[in-house]
């Protein structure tokens, strides 16, 4: 009896590491960004996606990849960005990815040469913090991705900025159950001072509706009730800027849990 009430002791004691683990962190994204004509959105729901899983999913049980999401733009955060649909592929190393490999061939770039839609850009990252819910192994249905341009000389200040004060902040949510996971990713390639942007958070949700644009004063004071509100929002404003906000929801995904069938 004693044994049971100890076990039971320590699963309630992991509960809170199980459902905010920290398992991502160096982690590899390569994101693909498409532009679909409305002629071509018949074939790419019907036909290329489900090719495009199959092959991620061949590259899943080799070991070279964790997993592929694909997502459709929602709402986009700048009218000059033309792509509907953005591919993410998640792997254990940057030379992992099918154009890096040799070895391996690039169906998305196979496709976007057949002209069955335009890859308008591609770009590396790496994930350096997460919150995810381990409880939960299907990919969330949205995806709020906030990029920034975190001022030169001051990128640690704001990787602990968002640590210290903007993680928790996330916690709160998702201990609310309106928020699933929350990842903070630096941007490996491209970059220079020109490319506009060299931070991104991406913040993961269930529901529409439970997304939240920053943070309002209620769930700030969740966390400190006695804070200056202006001086909060000042030392962030100080360290980076908000770039824009694009709402994603998911349309296909591969994953490790859930092979493609």
Same mark, same amino acid.
């Given at each position: 009896?004693? #044994? ?12 809170? %590491? ?10 590899? @994204? ?21 090719? @495009?899983? /199959? ?33 993410? #592929? ?18 998305? @770039? ?19 913090n997460s919150l995810v819910n381990q409880? #939960?192994? #299907? ?24 640590? +210290? ?21 630096? %941007? ?5 001072? +020109? ?6 958070? *991406? ?5 529409? /509706?439970?997304?939240?644009? *920053? ?40 994953? +490790?849990? +859930?092979?493609?069938?």
């Amino acid at each position: 009896m004693v #044994t049971k009430i100890l076990k039971l002791a320590v699963a309630v004691a992991l509960l809170p %590491l199980l459902l905010h683990s920290q398992n991502r962190q160096g982690v590899y @994204l390569k994101v693909d960004y498409l532009t679909v004509d409305h002629t071509q959105l018949t074939e790419f729901k019907n036909s290329i996606i489900p090719q @495009l899983e /199959e092959h991620k999913n061949e590259r899943i049980s080799s070991g070279d990849i964790d997993s592929w999401v694909i997502y459709r733009v929602l709402y986009s955060g700048s009218g000059s960005n033309h792509y509907n649909y953005v591919s993410i #592929t998640s792997a254990p190393s940057i030379g992992s990815f099918d154009e890096l490999n040799t070895n391996k061939s690039d169906l998305l @770039l196979t496709f976007s040469e057949r002209d069955m839609y335009q890859l308008m850009k591609s770009e590396l990252w790496t994930v350096r913090n997460s919150l995810v819910n381990q409880m #939960t192994e #299907t990919p969330s249905n949205f995806l709020m991705m906030d990029y920034m341009h975190v001022r030169m000389g001051r990128e640690l200040e704001y990787q602990m900025l968002e640590d +210290e004060v903007a993680k928790p902040l996330h916690e709160r949510r998702m201990d609310r159950e309106i928020m699933e996971a929350w990842e903070m990713y630096q %941007l490996v390639a491209p970059g220079g001072l +020109e490319y506009g942007y060299n931070f991104a958070t *991406g913040n993961y949700f269930t529901k529409l /509706e439970h997304i939240e644009f *920053g943070f309002n004063e209620e769930l700030i004071r969740s966390q400190n009730p006695n804070v200056n509100l202006m001086e909060f929002f000042e030392h962030i404003w100080s360290t980076r800027d908000l770039v824009r906000s694009e709402i994603w929801q998911r349309i296909g995904y591969v994953t +490790e849990d +859930e092979p493609y069938n």
